[in-house]
């Protein structure tokens, strides 16, 4: 008990003596002024601040009891409070374990993510917090558009994107190669990242095959294009070439730089606009999930082929 307890406590029982001894006097003098018996004075003043204490006995303890209730109710609610908000957290928790338990993913996978970011230490630099934050939160974005089976769009030139899907590829890979996009790819670093990957999913057994789209019939000779087709070739992946006037005037608005993969998502590139294509840049990759867009682009594909030539067939043409 604290010291302000203990001094309000000692003086509430002096307050109930002093009481006690004043109505005990009171009395006293009451019934001594009254000519009553010694005996009759005693007994009254005795039973007089009797009563009084124990009235005063009763009020204290009243006041205590309904301060007691009132901590004890105060004290209910915190806990019903703190009782249902762990209840909630671990019907959540169950929950979100459900979840990832019912998940096609594999579970460990998303439980060491889970375990990995709670790692990253509150003294880490603000930096590292803020860019583990951000990339948590593009994940989470990346995940739920491709779970709703839209499209996630990439501002700028891609590279994890198309490398991971060529690396996971399980059926087909079928790519048409625009040389305003794709001019100086297969000489760069991310290019023989992609074709060490399409050569390792054509030696696996999967169908890659590629369209090169030429801006005129006599880059057919360009020595570039030539070497990328037997490169290619050599690779086991499926190359032919295809004039933008052989195109069907119904697919010309239609062509455009595009990888489909397993014939079930589509990746899709926009260069920037340049009066020379050999100068443009990629401005945005698109992922398009969307059933019907990736059919279109599958049909797309299938009729390009059909129309397209062996280079060879085309090189002894020349």
Not at 51 to 80: H, Q, S
Not at 198 to 206: E, I, L, M, N, P
Request: with cysteine; proline share 4%.
């Amino acid at each position: 008990m604290s010291l302000g307890g203990q001094s309000s406590e000692h003086s509430s029982v002096t307050r109930k003596a002093l009481l006690t001894v004043g109505l005990g006097g009171a009395t006293f003098l009451i019934t001594n002024a009254l000519n009553q018996p010694q005996h009759v004075q005693i007994t009254l003043s005795i039973l007089i601040g009797g009563i009084a204490l124990i009235i005063r006995f009763l009020v204290d303890f009243e006041n205590r009891l309904a301060a007691v209730e009132k901590l004890e109710k105060d004290g209910m609610t915190e806990m019903k409070h703190l009782v249902g908000d762990a209840y909630s957290q671990i019907s959540e928790a169950t929950e979100l374990f459900g979840l990832i338990e019912a998940s096609a993913l594999q579970t460990d996978l998303v439980t060491q993510l889970v375990r990995n970011s709670t790692q990253i230490s509150p003294t880490s630099p603000p930096i590292v917090y803020h860019f583990v934050q951000a990339k948590i939160k593009e994940t989470s974005d990346f995940l739920k558009q491709l779970a709703e089976g839209g499209t996630v769009t990439y501002y700028g030139e891609d590279r994890d994107w198309l490398l991971g899907l060529t690396r996971n590829a399980t059926v087909s890979i079928d790519a048409i190669s625009m040389t305003a996009v794709d001019h100086d790819l297969w000489q760069s670093e991310i290019g023989q990242r992609y074709l060490d990957a399409q050569r390792r999913a054509a030696g696996s057994g999967k169908r890659v095959r590629r369209i090169f789209v030429l801006d005129s019939p006599g880059m057919a000779d360009d020595p570039a294009i030539r070497r990328a087709c037997e490169e290619q070739r050599d690779m086991r992946i499926d190359v032919r070439l295809l004039d933008r006037a052989a195109v069907p005037p119904p697919l010309r608005v239609q062509v455009r730089d595009l990888i489909v993969f397993d014939d079930t998502l589509a990746y899709e590139t926009n260069p920037t606009t340049t009066a020379d294509p050999k100068h443009a840049q990629i401005a945005e990759t698109r992922l398009v999930l969307t059933d019907s867009r990736v059919k279109e682009c599958a049909q797309l594909f299938r009729e390009l082929w059909d129309v397209s030539r062996d280079p060879d067939a085309a090189h002894r043409n020349a």
